[in-house]
């Protein structure tokens, strides 16, 4: 399947121009695996702050919490992106960091259509196959921090 994830808001504040990444993925890839590969395509390097997928129809499937077990939200690393498969169109929200709150909107473009044809391969990860816009740096760096010895 190719989905399209934008870069639509941070902290509540929505993006004048979002960033967005497209990603051929499989329906048997799981909702972590689609976590991790978003994380990847938009530049995250810090990756250990929760994420949650919020699906059209309220469904909630997040990342597992040792300290806090929401019994509301499925598992993402059980949950399958066939959930998707014969809804084109659909879009679905993920954020990334609850604390500064990265959202992103998803949109199923197509779900039935051959990886040979659009990557030459058939990736085992899901894979940015298209992309546009600036990706903002997680923390809002614009430079490494000359104070810091292990960034010079």
């Not at 929401?70 to 929200?93: K, V």
């Amino acid at each position: 399947m190719l989905l399209r994830v934008v870069l639509v808001a941070q902290a509540g504040e929505d993006f004048t121009n979002p960033p967005g990444r497209d990603l051929l993925a499989s329906s048997e890839h799981t909702f972590a695996d689609l976590a991790r590969a978003i994380d990847r395509a938009f530049a995250r390097w810090d990756i250990s702050h929760l994420h949650e997928f919020q699906l059209a129809d309220g469904t909630r499937i997040a990342s597992a919490d040792e300290d806090e077990t929401d019994e509301a939200a499925l598992d993402d690393t059980i949950e399958t992106l066939g959930r998707l498969r014969g809804r084109p169109g659909t879009s679905f929200g993920y954020v990334f960091d609850f604390g500064a709150g990265w959202g992103h909107r998803c949109t199923v473009l197509r779900d039935a259509l051959d990886p040979r044809e659009e990557l030459g391969a058939i990736p085992k990860e899901i894979t940015p196959v298209f992309g546009w816009g600036t990706i903002p740096d997680q923390y809002g760096r614009i430079a490494p921090d000359a104070d810091d010895p292990t960034l010079e």
